[in-house]
C-alpha cells in the first residue's frame, strides 16, 4: 500500500486514541492531521506504520492535553467532553471496552488521571497496545509504564461507571425518557429516575445552562417537565441519537441547527445522570449551531405572554 493508503487505514485508530485522550473531536482530528504531516514528511519506513503512528499520535495528544489543562481548570461551569455520535474505530473482540471508555461517565474519569497515565490507560486497557510500544509511544521505561497504569486503574475503579448491560433496555428506558420530556409529564419523569439522579449541562459561559447541578428525582423531574414543553411550543425538536455510546438525543431549532446534545446514564433500570452539553464551540463538527441565547429569549416570551 502506499503512505496514503496506510495512512488511511489507520485513521480511525489514530482518531480514537486522540479522542480518548484529550475529550476533544476537533482537538482529536488536528492530532490526526498533524500524524499524517509527521508520517508524510518522514524520509524513513517505520518497521510497523501502525506503531509508529499510534506513538506519534499519542505524544501529540499528550502535549495538546498539557495544554489544555491550563483552559480547563479556568472554564466556566462544568466541563464536558465534546459529544461523540459515533467511534470510527470498532473492534469486535473490544467492542464492551470500547463502547465504556467512550462514554462521558469514562472520560471524566480520565481527566482525573495525569497526561501520562492516561495515555498508558487507554493505549493498553483500551486498545491492548504491548508494554513495548506503550513504552516508546510516551517516553518512559517498560517498567515505569506498568506503574502508570497501575496508578491509573486504582483512580479509575474507585469511579468506574456501571451501565446496564442490555443495550435494547437502555433504548427502550430512553425512549421512554424523551416521550415523556415532550409531553412535560413530570409523574413519568420522576418514575424513570434514579432517587439521586444528577442533571447537570456544560454552557462554558457561552450558552444559557442551569446555575448548578440539579438533584434528586423530583428536582429533576420537576425542572424538565417545566422547561421542555415551552421549548416544544416554540418548534425545538430532538432526534434520538447515541451520545458517547450511551442513550441520549440531539436538539435543534425550528431551522434544524444544533442547540444541544444530552446524554443519559442507565443502570438498573434509572437513568443515574443526565449530561447536556450547550457550549455552541464543541457542537460544530455534528453540524451547523443555532443561537441558544435566542431560544431561551423566545421561551421567556412566550411564557410571559401565556401569564
Not at 56 to 65: C, G, K, N, S, Y
Not at 73 to 91: A, K, N
Not at 201 to 229: C, H, I
Request: aromatic share 8%; hydrophobic share 45%.
Amino acid at each position: 500500500m502506499s503512505k496514503v493508503e496506510e495512512f488511511e487505514e489507520l485513521r480511525p485508530l489514530l482518531f480514537s486514541i486522540a479522542y480518548r485522550i484529550l475529550g476533544s473531536v476537533a482537538e482529536a482530528e488536528d492530532a490526526v492531521q498533524e500524524t499524517w504531516l509527521r508520517f508524510d514528511g518522514s524520509s524513513t519506513l517505520p518497521t510497523s506504520t501502525k506503531a509508529f503512528l499510534s506513538a506519534t499520535v499519542t505524544r501529540i495528544a499528550i502535549d495538546v492535553l498539557r495544554s489544555a489543562r491550563v483552559r480547563r481548570e479556568e472554564y466556566v461551569g462544568p466541563w464536558f467532553p465534546e459529544p461523540l455520535l459515533s467511534d470510527p474505530y470498532q473492534d469486535p473482540g473490544r467492542a464492551a471496552e470500547l463502547a465504556d471508555s467512550v462514554s462521558m461517565a469514562a472520560l471524566l474519569l480520565l481527566e482525573r488521571l495525569s497526561p501520562l497515565e492516561r495515555a498508558v490507560f487507554v493505549l493498553r486497557d483500551v486498545f491492548a497496545f504491548g508494554f513495548d510500544d506503550i513504552a516508546a509511544a510516551v517516553g518512559r521505561s517498560e517498567s515505569a509504564c506498568r506503574q502508570l497504569l497501575v496508578r491509573a486503574r486504582r483512580h479509575m475503579e474507585a469511579g468506574r461507571p456501571r451501565f446496564a448491560a442490555d443495550r435494547q433496555e437502555r433504548q427502550e428506558l430512553a425512549t421512554r425518557f424523551f416521550d415523556a420530556l415532550k409531553d412535560g409529564d413530570v409523574g413519568a419523569l420522576r418514575s424513570l429516575l434514579a432517587a439521586d439522579v444528577h442533571l447537570v449541562g456544560d454552557g462554558g459561559g457561552k450558552a444559557p445552562q442551569l446555575a448548578r447541578a440539579v438533584v434528586g428525582a423530583e428536582n429533576v423531574a420537576r425542572v424538565l417537565g417545566t422547561v421542555f414543553p415551552w421549548l416544544i411550543q416554540i418548534d425545538v425538536m430532538f432526534e434520538l441519537h447515541e451520545v458517547n455510546g450511551q442513550p441520549g438525543a440531539i436538539f435543534r431549532d425550528r431551522d434544524g441547527k444544533i442547540l444541544h446534545t444530552m446524554a443519559l446514564d442507565v443502570l438498573d433500570g434509572q437513568i443515574q445522570t443526565i449530561r447536556s452539553v450547550v457550549n455552541p464551540d464543541k457542537l460544530g463538527h455534528i453540524g451547523p449551531v443555532g443561537d441558544a441565547w435566542a431560544v431561551d429569549r423566545e421561551v421567556k416570551q412566550a411564557r410571559r405572554q401565556q401569564k
